[in-house]
């Protein structure tokens, strides 16, 4: 899993998922993220070189999977990942897939065109994240986002306020609703939030996690008390 350097909350998630899995072993590689936001400096943190350099020490590791545990393909659009992951195919021979390309997958595999999208991100940011989802044919009814800009601050977002967003954004008629961050604790709601609700949680952390599941030939259903994704991964 390439991780962003600031973020404290996937690692420790992702290892929770998978802690009864037989046989499956999951390893991190950092790179430099600290904030999220449009100008030069902050979109040049996802260039492809430092993700490359991350990636080389998972090779070491002969990991099965190279997955990218961040969602910057979000606003710098799909194309971004796809070309992400074809460059960590083509020097590593793994598999590769990204939070964004996931959540997207799953998307097409449930048959889902409308959704709302919680985000810690700032205006600007999520009207990007909007239009690109858009532009693949996901409509997004309903948003809700914090304006933080500070990556590892997007940690201090409580499960309450979460728990808040998601009943506002099910309110305005959300079924399906994408967490978009994997510094934000949202994986871990899913199983109450959907029974309360009726609605399908696609938390970015989960849906990394499913498909690198997919990908290493892993029956994703193992996975218990993560939310429905993992017992409908198609």
Same mark, same amino acid.
């Given at each position: 899993?390439?991780?962003?350097?600031?973020?404290?909350?996937?690692?420790?998630?992702?290892?929770?998922?998978?802690?009864?899995?037989?046989?499956?072993?999951?390893?991190?590689?950092?790179?430099?993220?600290?904030?999220?936001?449009?100008?030069?400096?902050?979109?040049?943190?996802?260039?492809?070189?430092?993700?490359?350099?991350? *990636?080389?020490?998972? &090779?070491?590791?002969?990991?099965?999977?190279?997955?990218?545990?961040?969602?910057?393909?979000?606003?710098?659009?799909?194309?971004?990942?796809?070309?992400?992951?074809?460059?960590?195919?083509?020097?590593s021979?793994?598999?590769?897939?990204?939070? &964004?390309?996931?959540?997207?997958?799953?998307?097409?595999g449930?048959?889902?065109?409308?959704?709302?999208?919680?985000t810690?991100?700032?205006?600007?940011?999520?009207?990007?994240?909007?239009?690109?989802?858009?532009?693949?044919?996901?409509?997004?009814?309903?948003?809700?986002?914090?304006?933080?800009?500070? #990556?590892?601050?997007?940690?201090?977002v409580?499960?309450?306020?979460?728990?808040?967003?998601?009943?506002?954004?099910?309110?305005?008629? *959300?079924?399906?609703?994408?967490?978009?961050?994997?510094?934000?604790?949202?994986?871990?709601?899913?199983?109450?939030?959907?029974?309360?609700?009726?609605?399908?949680?696609?938390?970015?952390?989960?849906?990394?996690?499913?498909?690198?599941?997919?990908?290493?030939?892993?029956?994703?259903?193992?996975?218990?008390?993560?939310?429905?994704?993992?017992? #409908?991964?198609?």
């Amino acid at each position: 899993i390439l991780t962003p350097s600031s973020n404290t909350v996937l690692e420790s998630v992702t290892h929770e998922m998978t802690r009864g899995l037989n046989d499956v072993s999951v390893h991190f590689s950092r790179l430099r993220v600290i904030e999220i936001a449009l100008d030069e400096m902050a979109l040049a943190q996802f260039d492809p070189k430092p993700f490359l350099q991350a *990636a080389s020490l998972l &090779i070491d590791a002969k990991c099965q999977v190279i997955a990218w545990s961040g969602t910057s393909g979000g606003w710098r659009g799909f194309e971004h990942d796809q070309a992400l992951c074809e460059a960590i195919e083509s020097a590593s021979g793994s598999h590769a897939t990204t939070s &964004i390309l996931a959540l997207k997958d799953l998307f097409e595999g449930h048959g889902i065109n409308e959704f709302g999208l919680l985000t810690p991100y700032t205006a600007d940011v999520q009207e990007k994240i909007i239009q690109n989802f858009g532009d693949y044919g996901f409509q997004c009814i309903a948003e809700r986002h914090l304006n933080i800009r500070d #990556n590892f601050s997007f940690a201090d977002v409580g499960t309450g306020a979460i728990e808040c967003l998601c009943r506002e954004l099910a309110a305005e008629g *959300a079924r399906s609703i994408a967490i978009i961050c994997t510094n934000i604790r949202g994986a871990e709601l899913a199983p109450a939030l959907e029974s309360e609700l009726g609605i399908t949680l696609y938390d970015s952390v989960a849906v990394v996690v499913l498909r690198a599941l997919q990908l290493a030939g892993v029956e994703s259903g193992q996975v218990q008390g993560w939310g429905r994704i993992f017992q #409908n991964p198609s």
